[in-house]
C-alpha cells in the first residue's frame, strides 16, 4: 500500500523514473509536429503561387534542386526546428524526412480534399445550385473539361453567389453523350444531385448549347428546371464579330490596323522609330477570339494617329529600303490601304466609341457574383446606346475625326470612288432606264448608310437574336428582380407571376414552391422590406435575416440568383491551367493537376484549412513512425 502511494505522489510531482523518456518523447512529437507544419505551409504557398516543385535534382542542397527543397533550405537558414531537421537529414539519424514526391503528392490531396470538402458542404448547404462547363486542350494536347458550380453561399452571415472550381476532367470523348456522362459521373463522385440543378451555363460550341443535340438538351430531358443560359461573354463577341464582318469596309479597316501594328513590330529598328515618335499608348496587335479587346487595338491610333503617321512618313522618307519605304508611304497616305484618310479616322472613332462600352459591359458581365438581373439590365443599357448611337453618332464622329486631322495635313473629304453602273437586261418593246435620273448618293452619305448604318441594323439585330433566352427569363423572373414592378403589381398581375414561376419550377409532381403561398408572401414581403434594399441579392440577405418566415420567396430568389451569366469562371480556371500544366510540366497527372488547380483558385478557402489537424490526420492515416 505504501508503494501505491508513494508511486501516486511520484505521479503527481512528475518525479517517475521514466519521466526523462517521456520528456524524450513529448519533445520528440513537438519536434516532428513542428517539421510537418513547415513542409505544410511550404506546400500550401507553391500550389497557392502555381509554382514548380520539383527541378531536375531530387537532393536537397544540390543545384536543380526545385522549388520545394529550396524552400526548405531557405526557412533553414533561419529557422532552429527546420535548422535540426535537416541535420538529422544530413546524418541520416532519422528515416522520415518528407522531403520525397511522394509525400508531397500527398500532401497536395489532402489540401486539396480538405478544400473540396468545404465547397461541397457549402453548395449542399444551399441545396440548388448551377454547372458551368467549358473545355480546353492542355500543353499535353488532352481535351481537359473544367466543372464549375455556382450557388447562394448561406453559411456566412450575410448571403453571396459563388462560384467554385470542382476539377478538371480530361474527356478523351467530346461528343454531347460524352461530355454528359462525365458530368453525370463527377457530380455523382461529389455527391451532389443532379435534380437540384437550377442552371446550366455553357460556351457557344454545337456540341454544349444545341437546342436539339447539345448537352443542355440532354440535361434537360433528365431535368427541365436546369434553366440554359449562353454565355453572355461570348454572345457578345459574336455580336462583334457580326458586326465586323457584315461590311468590307469593316474588314478593311481592322485590316489596316494589324498592318500598321505588324509593319513596325516586325522590325526593331522601326519599332524604335516607333517609341521615337509615340509616347504613352502603344500598338497592340489584334486578337483573333477576344473582339472586345480590339479596343486596345484601336485606342492607340485614335489617341495617337498624327504620332503614328509622323513615324510613317519619317521611314518612308529615310529608309533605304524600296520596299520598306513603300510600304510606309501606302500605310501613311493610301486612302484606301492607310490611315492617312479621312474615311479611316470617322472608322476609327466610330469603332472606338462602339468597342469601348462593349468593352465596360464584357468586362462587368465576367464578374463572379454577376446576377442575371443586372445583366439584363447591362444588356439593356448597352442596346439603348446603340440605338442613339445609330440616330446621332455619325455626326459626332465625324466632327472628333475633325479634331485629329486638324494636326495632320489630310483633307475633311470622303474619297470618291468610281463605280461602274450595272444595267438591267431589256426586253424587246421594254422602255430604256433613265440613268442619268437615277439617284446617286455622295461619299458621305454613302459611307453613312452602306457602312455606318449597316454595322448598327447588325449590332442591334444580333443583341435580340443572341440574347433571347435573357429575355425569357426576365418572363418567368422579371417580377422578383424589378422590386418597382413587384411593389405596383395588382394582384391578379402578381398571381399570374407567381403561377408562372410555379410552372417554371415543377417537374412532374416535383414543385419547388406553391404558387398561391408565394403570393401572400410577397404581399407582405413588399411592405417589409426596408427603403435601400433594391436588388435581388440585397432581398435574399434581408430573407435570410427572417429565416423561414418566407419559406417559398426564399427558395424563389435562391433560384434566381443561381442561374449563370457567362462562363468567364471557366476561363479563368484555363488561365491557371496554362501556369500549372506548362511546358516543363506537361507529364503532371490528372489528379495532382486538378488538385493544384484548386488550391490555386480556392485561395481564401485555403487559408481556412486547420493546419494542425490536417498533420495529425496525415500521420494517422498513413501509420508513420513518428508519434505527433
Not at 359 to 365: D, E, F, P, Y
Not at 594 to 623: C, M, Q, W
Request: with cysteine.
Amino acid at each position: 500500500m505504501k508503494k501505491w502511494l508513494e508511486l501516486e505522489l511520484r505521479l503527481n510531482k512528475n518525479q517517475t523514473i521514466d519521466k526523462f523518456a517521456q520528456d524524450e518523447i513529448n519533445k520528440e512529437r513537438t519536434h516532428w509536429r513542428q517539421v510537418l507544419l513547415r513542409i505544410i505551409y511550404v506546400v500550401k504557398t507553391l500550389a497557392k503561387q502555381n509554382l514548380a516543385f520539383r527541378g531536375s535534382n531530387d537532393n536537397i542542397g544540390e543545384e536543380g534542386c526545385g522549388n520545394f527543397l529550396s524552400f526548405i533550405e531557405m526557412i533553414a537558414d533561419f529557422d532552429p526546428v527546420m535548422i535540426e531537421h535537416l541535420r538529422r537529414y544530413k546524418k541520416r539519424e532519422s528515416r522520415s524526412h518528407f522531403f520525397s514526391n511522394k509525400i508531397q503528392n500527398e500532401l497536395i490531396a489532402m489540401l486539396a480534399n480538405e478544400v473540396k470538402s468545404m465547397i461541397i458542404k457549402k453548395i449542399q448547404g444551399a441545396k440548388y445550385f448551377s454547372v458551368i462547363l467549358d473545355c480546353t486542350p492542355d500543353i499535353s494536347h488532352h481535351e481537359q473539361m473544367t466543372v464549375i458550380i455556382r450557388c447562394v453561399d448561406v453559411s456566412a452571415t450575410s448571403t453571396k453567389v459563388k462560384e467554385f472550381f470542382l476539377t478538371f476532367l480530361k474527356v478523351d470523348d467530346t461528343s454531347r453523350e460524352g461530355l454528359f456522362r462525365e458530368l453525370q459521373d463527377v457530380l455523382a463522385a461529389f455527391d451532389l444531385k443532379i435534380d437540384d440543378v437550377r442552371g446550366q451555363g455553357y460556351d457557344n460550341g454545337s456540341n454544349m448549347k444545341g437546342k436539339h443535340k447539345g448537352v443542355q438538351k440532354m440535361f434537360l430531358e433528365i431535368n427541365p428546371r436546369a434553366f440554359y443560359t449562353p454565355c453572355s461573354c461570348h454572345s457578345l463577341n459574336l455580336a462583334l464579330c457580326d458586326m465586323a464582318t457584315t461590311s468590307s469596309k469593316a474588314i478593311s479597316f481592322f485590316g489596316i490596323i494589324q498592318r500598321t501594328y505588324c509593319f513596325f513590330s516586325a522590325s526593331n529598328k522601326r519599332w524604335k522609330i516607333f517609341e521615337d515618335h509615340v509616347s504613352g499608348l502603344t500598338l497592340k496587335p489584334l486578337s483573333h477570339t477576344r473582339w472586345e479587346s480590339h479596343v486596345e487595338s484601336v485606342k492607340a491610333i485614335r489617341f495617337q494617329a498624327p504620332k503614328i503617321m509622323d513615324a510613317l512618313v519619317y521611314i518612308a522618307e529615310n529608309s533605304d529600303d524600296p520596299k520598306e519605304q513603300s510600304e510606309a508611304e501606302c500605310l501613311a497616305t493610301s486612302e484606301t490601304h492607310g490611315i492617312g484618310s479621312f474615311e479611316f479616322l470617322v472608322s476609327m472613332v466610330i469603332w472606338y466609341n462602339l468597342l469601348s462600352i462593349v468593352n465596360i459591359v464584357s468586362k462587368s458581365l465576367q464578374s463572379e457574383d454577376m446576377n442575371i438581373d443586372v445583366a439584363i439590365d447591362q444588356l439593356k443599357g448597352l442596346v439603348s446606346y446603340f440605338q442613339k448611337y445609330r440616330d446621332s453618332g455619325f455626326e459626332k464622329a465625324k466632327l472628333e475625326a475633325k479634331e485629329i486631322v486638324e494636326s495632320m495635313e489630310i483633307e475633311v473629304v470622303f474619297p470618291k470612288k468610281a463605280k461602274r453602273v450595272i444595267q438591267r437586261k431589256r426586253h424587246y418593246g421594254q422602255e430604256s432606264e433613265n440613268v442619268k435620273g437615277s439617284v446617286v448618293l455622295s461619299p458621305e452619305k454613302s459611307f453613312r448608310i452602306d457602312y455606318f448604318i449597316q454595322i448598327m441594323d447588325q449590332a442591334l439585330y444580333s443583341l435580340e437574336t443572341r440574347f433571347e433566352q435573357f429575355q425569357r427569363y426576365e418572363q418567368i423572373f422579371g417580377f422578383l428582380f424589378d422590386l418597382k414592378k413587384l411593389q405596383s403589381a395588382s394582384d391578379d398581375s402578381l398571381m399570374a407571376s407567381c403561377t408562372n414561376l410555379k410552372d417554371a419550377l415543377t417537374h412532374g409532381t416535383h414543385l419547388d414552391i406553391l404558387a398561391s403561398d408565394l403570393f401572400y408572401e410577397l404581399k407582405i414581403l413588399r411592405e417589409a422590406l426596408p427603403k435601400e434594399v433594391r436588388r435581388p441579392i440585397e432581398v435574399l440577405d434581408f430573407l435570410q435575416k427572417v429565416e423561414g418566415c418566407y419559406p417559398n420567396s426564399w427558395i424563389a430568389y435562391r433560384v434566381l440568383l443561381t442561374i449563370p451569366v457567362s462562363v468567364a469562371s471557366a476561363e479563368r480556371s484555363f488561365s491557371k491551367l496554362k501556369l500549372i500544366k506548362s511546358y516543363l510540366r506537361s507529364s503532371m497527372s490528372q489528379e495532382r493537376l486538378s488538385d493544384l488547380t484548386i488550391l490555386s483558385i480556392e485561395r481564401a478557402l485555403v487559408r481556412e484549412v486547420d493546419f494542425e489537424r490536417l498533420a495529425n490526420d496525415f500521420v494517422g492515416k498513413k501509420g508513420r513512425r513518428i508519434t505527433l
